[in-house]
């Protein structure tokens, strides 16, 4: 028998998103609900792994909801909810703890970057999240997962993780989540330095292009956006070593799907005023009509909290289901 097609992937309700949060996930989110079955969780368990005023967590994770609409993800086709509401992902992030070994969790880098010199002092949550993160996925069956380079790891470790359950329990219950990375713009960089994560922590605010934006502002800070003394690269191999310009050119692919040659085609050999120019265009096009859906409907809470609460429901009647099935496997329960 063929088996189901089904895509999770989450989003940290941390607020201020920005063009990162866009070409890197919310963009592709949209293209995946066209063609598989899409669960799509603001993942606010994961959010308190570092101190969240409740008040504003409250707000972030309806201005997340706002941004899944607002570019295009319709919840009559894809479940949309929060991971509070739904109790498994707690429930089954214990279950896979105890089938996850120490060594795999030592080897994951973000833990070793965010905890940097004081990680005896960081929260346990902060070092087990990728169990979570695994719980999320698993909970669902989940066939795919649409992941940015920096979550490559996480990813391999969720499969490591439903491949020891099914050993221990003799099972084929939870199937390798494949992952599906597209785009070119799948880590996008700071517009101040190419070698740095846009990021909404950069005390810069022209560091970063926030989906709120408004026209004025997103072409100002492409416009400022740091370059170098040398004109528009001839070819691909004239790339290299220029971080910030690889930064813009993969903006601009990802945000027209153009390819790297037609690009450099169109603009070899210029200054760079000029395709500034027509890339602060094509964002200003494409992201002001997204910043002003989501001001509409961050003025509706109601209407957002509603998005969630069905959301919520179908998302609760899958996991209740995996939830019973894993608990029969395990023993908790008779077949």
Not at 58 to 66: G, I, R, S, W, Y
Not at 81 to 87: E, G, L, R, T
Not at 265 to 283: N, P, R, T, V, W
Request: glycine fraction near 4%; include cysteine; hydrophobic fraction near 35%.
């Amino acid at each position: 028998m063929k088996k189901k097609k089904l895509v999770f992937s989450g989003v940290q309700p941390t607020g201020n998103l920005h063009l990162g949060n866009y070409l890197g996930a919310l963009k592709n989110f949209v293209s995946l609900q066209k063609e598989m079955e899409c669960i799509y969780c603001v993942v606010d368990l994961h959010a308190i792994t570092t101190f969240q005023n409740p008040e504003t967590l409250q707000n972030n994770v309806l201005e997340t909801v706002a941004s899944f609409l607002a570019t295009g993800l319709d919840p009559n086709r894809s479940i949309i909810f929060n991971q509070s509401a739904v109790s498994g992902h707690s429930e089954l992030a214990w279950i896979l703890n105890c089938v996850s070994k120490i060594g795999w969790l030592n080897r994951m880098t973000q833990f070793k970057d965010k905890a940097g010199k004081n990680k005896e002092k960081a929260p346990l949550g902060l070092y087990s999240y990728p169990v979570l993160m695994a719980s999320d996925i698993l909970l669902y069956k989940s066939s795919h997962v649409p992941v940015g380079e920096d979550q490559k790891q996480h990813l391999e470790l969720s499969r490591d993780i439903a491949q020891s359950f099914n050993r221990f329990y003799d099972t084929e219950f939870f199937p390798i989540p494949e992952p599906i990375i597209t785009g070119n713009a799948t880590r996008v960089m700071s517009l101040r330095d190419g070698t740095k994560k846009m990021s909404k922590s950069d005390p810069s605010e022209f560091s970063r292009i926030n989906m709120t934006d408004d026209e004025n502002l997103i072409s100002k800070k492409i416009l400022k956006a740091k370059t170098d003394s040398l004109p528009f690269p001839e070819s691909e191999k004239d790339l290299e070593g220029r971080p910030e310009i690889n930064n813009l050119v993969n903006i601009f692919m990802a945000i027209e799907d153009i390819s790297l040659p037609n690009l450099i085609q169109s603009y070899a050999g210029m200054e760079f005023k000029k395709f500034k120019e027509d890339l602060a265009d094509c964002l200003v096009s494409k992201l002001s009509k997204i910043s002003s859906e989501m001001r509409k409907l961050l003025s509706d809470n109601q209407y957002l909290d509603s998005i969630l609460s069905e959301g919520s429901m179908n998302a609760q009647e899958i996991a209740k289901k995996n939830i019973l099935d894993i608990k029969k496997l395990i023993g908790f329960y008779k077949s």
